[in-house]
């Protein structure tokens, strides 16, 4: 199968709250993603709420609960109580749970699998309690062994953090070098029983070879440059244009 594209909102909201103005709509683009072919729609509630608000949060579940049932909700964040007790408000279908301190402008690292072991162990174990699926970010590096730790804290899958990828857009030995890495991490998690997603400054032109390398990707989580796309081919366009470069046939 190939992998599904969620649309990552927060470079929308993050338009949106430029101004103390309604528009542009997150809730109106995610209904547009998700009729052009979206599987989902992913937030990144932040406490500063600099982008995704956490009044978005309600609505962005009720569009996907009345007008997508098939469609999922993707919640990420450092796992502090207030992201878990809007977890709990909200029931997304999906949890990735990454390791940002606060202050960090973007999710730009992995977690620590052996330091973060107990955190992660306890707070995976509250997520699964609620009949949530879990995602843990995770670094490039075939690292078996943080890897099973990932494993038996309870987590069903991994996000590979692909930022160092979408940095070498204009290197292809280096592009082909970290996609070599990226597609071992995923052998050595789908050997070991976890699934896989993907996601940080993925385009339509870097989609391909990643998804060619795994081709067992369950799930790509995309927004800054689908966002960017967007303001030249408009999201439904754009929506299609990734859709396809993760081998969809739209």
Same mark, same amino acid.
């Given at each position: 199968?190939?992998?599904?594209?969620?649309?990552?909102?927060?470079?929308?909201?993050?338009?949106?709250?430029?101004?103390? #103005?309604?528009?542009?709509?997150?809730?109106?683009?995610?209904?547009?993603?998700?009729?052009?072919?979206?599987?989902?729609?992913?937030?990144?509630?932040?406490?500063?709420?600099?982008?995704?608000?956490?009044?978005?949060?309600?609505?962005?579940?009720?569009?996907?609960?009345?007008?997508?049932?098939?469609?999922?909700?993707?919640? &990420?964040?450092?796992?502090?109580?207030?992201?878990?007790?809007?977890?709990? &408000?909200?029931?997304?279908?999906?949890?990735?749970?990454?390791?940002?301190?606060?202050?960090?402008?973007?999710?730009?690292?992995?977690?620590?699998?052996?330091?973060?072991?107990?955190?992660?162990?306890?707070?995976?174990?509250?997520?699964?309690?609620?009949?949530?699926?879990?995602?843990?970010?995770?670094?490039? &590096?075939?690292?078996?062994?943080?890897?099973?730790?990932?494993?038996?804290?309870?987590?069903?899958? /991994? &996000?590979? *953090?692909?930022?160092? *990828?979408?940095?070498?857009?204009?290197?292809?030995?280096?592009?082909?070098?970290?996609?070599? #890495?990226?597609?071992?991490?995923?052998?050595?998690?789908?050997?070991?029983?976890?699934?896989?997603?993907?996601?940080?400054?993925?385009?339509?032109?870097?989609?391909?070879?990643?998804?060619?390398? /795994?081709?067992? #990707?369950?799930?790509?989580? /995309?927004?800054?440059?689908?966002?960017?796309?967007?303001?030249? *081919?408009?999201?439904?366009?754009?929506?299609?244009?990734?859709?396809?470069?993760?081998?969809?046939?739209?």
């Amino acid at each position: 199968m190939p992998a599904k594209l969620s649309v990552n909102l927060n470079a929308i909201a993050m338009l949106r709250n430029r101004r103390d #103005l309604p528009w542009p709509s997150v809730t109106g683009l995610g209904r547009i993603a998700l009729e052009a072919g979206a599987s989902g729609l992913t937030v990144h509630p932040r406490p500063d709420q600099r982008h995704i608000r956490f009044s978005d949060l309600a609505p962005i579940r009720t569009l996907i609960d009345t007008e997508f049932p098939g469609a999922e909700f993707n919640m &990420e964040g450092f796992p502090e109580e207030g992201f878990m007790r809007l977890v709990e &408000e909200h029931r997304p279908e999906q949890v990735t749970l990454v390791p940002d301190d606060p202050s960090q402008a973007t999710s730009d690292h992995g977690w620590d699998f052996r330091r973060s072991h107990d955190l992660l162990a306890t707070i995976v174990g509250r997520l699964k309690a609620m009949g949530l699926r879990v995602s843990l970010f995770a670094d490039g &590096e075939p690292d078996r062994e943080a890897l099973k730790i990932a494993r038996d804290v309870g987590a069903d899958r /991994i &996000e590979l *953090y692909t930022g160092p *990828y979408g940095g070498c857009h204009d290197d292809p030995a280096e592009a082909a070098r970290i996609v070599a #890495l990226l597609g071992e991490t995923a052998d050595i998690a789908f050997d070991i029983g976890l699934d896989v997603n993907a996601g940080h400054d993925l385009t339509v032109a870097n989609l391909p070879a990643l998804v060619s390398r /795994i081709p067992r #990707l369950a799930e790509v989580s /995309i927004g800054h440059g689908l966002t960017a796309d967007a303001l030249e *081919y408009g999201m439904a366009e754009t929506v299609r244009r990734f859709c396809r470069a993760c081998g969809q046939d739209l």
